[in-house]
């Protein structure tokens, strides 16, 4: 399957700071791939399509302005947490289409920790 | 809209015998795609098994095999012979055939028991 990774694993910051949390397709271009935030003991929710060279879609209840995302080449996503408060502590994953179709390959995660 | 209920929130099970996990769905699209996700406490996601809409015949990988009924719009996952490795969160999950985005379900955390 495909090897998506994702940088940082874990990151700490303080409250009113940006993060920035990048996303990469390894072994094959992602026109497409998506966001998703878990709290803990809780499920996955998507928070937005990334499209590579136009704007993403984000899911009802996102906002697009805290959560900034970038999908500037075929093999990168950027996902960027503005002005963080303590309650966008949480595991977020990022994961690629593969080009079979149904697949979807899954990043590590990421577990953001707003002090 | 999509959704996807799994009404089972922890489970136990003996090593070695086999255990179900409920899934249920709601779509009004034709064309779906059902998985098991599974996630240990490390948090990654393993893909653990799909099942097509149209798929005639209940998917199987391994110990894995996903018991499809189309008309309850379930997709229960079995897991025969459990081992204590197969303690984790799991996660059934949807997708629409156009797009790619996935609806997750709640979970439910499997515990097997020595």
């Known amino acids: 399957g495909a090897v998506v990774s994702q940088h940082p694993s874990r990151v700490i910051c303080k409250s009113g700071t940006s993060v920035k949390i990048e996303c990469r397709s390894l072994?094959?271009?992602?026109?497409?791939m998506f966001w998703y935030r878990q709290f803990p003991k809780q499920s996955l929710m998507l928070m937005a399509t990334s499209n590579e060279g136009s704007k993403a879609t984000y899911e009802q209840g996102v906002e697009k302005d805290k959560f900034l995302i970038n999908h500037a080449s075929l093999t990168l996503s950027t996902l960027t947490v503005t002005s963080a408060h303590p309650e966008d502590s949480s595991f977020y994953i990022c994961s690629v289409g593969g080009p079979v179709g149904y697949e979807q390959y899954f990043g590590p995660g990421t577990r953001l920790t707003v002090t | 809209a999509q959704k996807i209920t799994q009404t089972q929130p922890g489970m136990f099970v003996q090593e070695k015998e086999a255990v179900t996990l409920d899934c249920t769905y709601d779509t009004s699209d034709p064309s779906y795609g059902l998985f098991w996700y599974k996630q240990p406490s490390s948090g990654e996601m393993i893909f653990l098994i799909y099942q097509g809409s149209y798929d005639q015949q209940n998917a199987t990988e391994g110990r894995y095999s996903l018991n499809f009924q189309k008309a309850r719009k379930s997709a229960n996952l079995v897991i025969s012979a459990s081992q204590l490795g197969d303690s984790a969160m799991y996660f059934c999950?949807?997708?629409?055939?156009?797009?790619?985005?996935?609806?997750f379900g709640t979970g439910t955390s499997l515990t097997v028991i020595p």
């Open positions: 999950a949807m997708n629409r055939a156009t797009g790619n985005q996935f609806y």
């Open positions: 072994d094959f271009q992602a026109t497409t």
